[in-house]
């Protein structure tokens, strides 16, 4: 039997934004508690990439073959593209948010304005995303937007081209999974150069573009090259590989098969942790923006869905993504917060019947794959 859950127009926004400002006050500012549980997870996203690549090297120089290579290069994959996910979601996101810029003596290099600015870039978090694309694009436009026409990150928006072309459903689901392998690369990198730029389009009051500038021949598609796709692709498969050629050819192409395998799983685990946190038949989007602080905290519980939590290893594995209904409402705050605030909002809902969404990743990957293919939709709230 379903529960009967409260309208959106029936909630008490007034109350329940005092409900959830007051969590604030009963856990209070982070502490070095907070960033040595940072640190850990830290260390155990190098742990996976260094013994990924320690496995790697290992197989290379004691020339394994057939079988047993590509069972300890998966195996070696698998581990360096966890690591890749740990550096995203468990590390960088928390930090770009700010959420740990009030632990007291926190060192600059994990404060929001050190983390990956300049050329700590290559050392923080190299990839294809550019920091400060990636922050205008996530924590402005998709945290305060979200399920808005604005939302740069609205699946159901950004597929419509999927639902309506006529091709046989099977090449529908096909593109999806290949997609998810190559998504940080297709989607992240262009679109957040492209938010980014849209900005600027704004601020001088010029027309906003949807398109995309491939071409290195083009403005845009030139700084997308320079700035975004060449720094991350020269290093990992061109001077990572290069590093083996001592040992010949075969070598360097063993490694740099190893670490487009690596690349390939990085790209569909953190799509599978990130993309169904707001996509799915059962989550609300908006045909307006949100008017009240109380009507925000509103949007982010009926627009979000948590995965299973449990230990830190679980959360780790999860980049912390599982936490997606605590994270929407408190952006800035730390992976410590979001585990100690997680049972005071699962009661404030229910107080307010408001549905508090949590399900198995996988179930949420499925369901959200059905509405990239077009055979569900979302549900809206609308002139609201």
Same mark, same amino acid.
């Given at each position: 039997?379903?529960?009967?859950?409260?309208?959106?127009? !029936?909630? &008490?926004?007034?109350?329940?934004?005092?409900?959830?400002?007051?969590?604030?006050?009963?856990?209070?500012?982070?502490?070095?508690?907070?960033?040595?549980?940072?640190?850990?997870?830290?260390?155990?996203?190098?742990?996976?990439?260094?013994?990924?690549?320690?496995?790697?090297?290992?197989?290379?120089?004691?020339?394994?073959?057939?079988?047993?290579?590509?069972?300890?290069?998966?195996?070696?994959?698998?581990?360096?593209?966890?690591?890749?996910?740990?550096?995203? +979601?468990?590390?960088?996101?928390?930090?770009?948010?700010?959420?740990? !810029?009030?632990?007291?003596?926190?060192?600059?290099?994990?404060?929001?304005?050190?983390? +990956?600015?300049?050329?700590?870039?290559?050392?923080?978090?190299?990839?294809?995303?550019?920091?400060?694309?990636?922050?205008?694009?996530?924590?402005?436009?998709?945290?305060?937007?979200?399920?808005?026409? =604005?939302?740069?990150?609205?699946?159901?928006?950004?597929?419509?081209?999927?639902?309506?072309? @006529?091709?046989?459903?099977?090449?529908?689901?096909?593109?999806?999974?290949?997609?998810?392998?190559?998504?940080?690369?297709?989607?992240?990198? /262009?679109?957040?150069?492209?938010?980014?730029?849209?900005?600027?389009?704004?601020?001088?009051?010029?027309?906003?573009?949807? =398109?995309?500038?491939? #071409? /290195?021949?083009?403005?845009?598609?030139?700084?997308?090259?320079? &700035?975004?796709?060449?720094?991350?692709?020269?290093? %990992?498969?061109?001077?990572? /590989?290069?590093?083996?050629?001592?040992?010949?050819?075969? +070598?360097?192409? #063993?490694?740099?098969?190893?670490?487009?395998?690596?690349?390939?799983? +990085?790209?569909?685990?953190?799509?599978?942790?990130?993309?169904?946190?707001?996509?799915?038949?059962?989550?609300?989007?908006?045909?307006?923006?949100?008017?009240?602080?109380?009507?925000?905290?509103?949007?982010?519980?009926?627009? #979000?869905?948590?995965?299973?939590?449990?230990?830190?290893?679980?959360?780790?594995?999860?980049?912390?993504?599982?936490?997606?209904?605590?994270?929407?409402?408190?952006?800035?705050?730390?992976?410590?917060?979001?585990? %100690?605030?997680?049972?005071?909002?699962?009661?404030?809902? @229910?107080?307010?019947?408001?549905?508090?969404?949590?399900?198995?990743?996988?179930?949420?990957?499925?369901?959200?794959?059905?509405?990239?293919?077009?055979?569900?939709?979302?549900?809206?709230?609308?002139?609201?």
């Amino acid at each position: 039997m379903s529960t009967q859950y409260a309208d959106y127009k !029936d909630i &008490d926004q007034e109350q329940l934004q005092i409900d959830i400002d007051a969590i604030k006050g009963q856990i209070g500012d982070p502490t070095q508690e907070d960033f040595d549980h940072l640190l850990k997870l830290e260390r155990w996203g190098r742990m996976f990439t260094f013994g990924g690549f320690g496995l790697m090297i290992l197989i290379i120089v004691l020339g394994f073959e057939g079988f047993s290579f590509w069972l300890l290069a998966i195996i070696a994959a698998v581990s360096m593209g966890i690591g890749n996910v740990a550096r995203w +979601a468990d590390v960088t996101h928390p930090i770009l948010h700010g959420a740990y !810029d009030k632990v007291p003596n926190i060192p600059f290099r994990y404060t929001k304005k050190g983390f +990956a600015s300049g050329a700590r870039r290559y050392i923080d978090w190299l990839d294809w995303i550019k920091p400060d694309a990636w922050i205008f694009e996530h924590n402005i436009m998709h945290h305060y937007h979200l399920g808005e026409a =604005d939302d740069p990150d609205n699946i159901e928006k950004n597929m419509i081209w999927l639902h309506d072309a @006529k091709i046989p459903m099977f090449f529908k689901y096909l593109f999806v999974y290949v997609f998810a392998s190559f998504w940080k690369l297709a989607y992240y990198a /262009p679109n957040t150069l492209r938010i980014l730029g849209n900005k600027d389009r704004r601020k001088n009051k010029i027309p906003e573009t949807m =398109d995309y500038e491939l #071409s /290195p021949f083009k403005p845009n598609g030139l700084k997308l090259w320079k &700035d975004y796709i060449l720094p991350y692709g020269i290093f %990992k498969f061109v001077l990572l /590989p290069a590093l083996f050629l001592p040992l010949g050819i075969e +070598a360097a192409m #063993s490694a740099l098969l190893v670490l487009f395998m690596a690349e390939l799983y +990085a790209n569909f685990h953190s799509f599978a942790v990130i993309t169904p946190n707001h996509s799915a038949e059962d989550i609300y989007q908006f045909s307006t923006p949100h008017k009240t602080q109380g009507e925000y905290y509103l949007r982010q519980i009926m627009g #979000s869905v948590n995965y299973n939590t449990g230990t830190d290893f679980i959360d780790f594995c999860h980049g912390f993504l599982n936490y997606q209904v605590e994270h929407h409402i408190f952006p800035d705050k730390t992976h410590f917060f979001y585990q %100690k605030s997680q049972p005071i909002i699962k009661e404030i809902c @229910k107080k307010h019947n408001l549905e508090y969404r949590q399900e198995s990743v996988f179930k949420r990957f499925f369901m959200t794959v059905e509405l990239m293919v077009g055979n569900t939709k979302v549900l809206r709230i609308e002139g609201i």
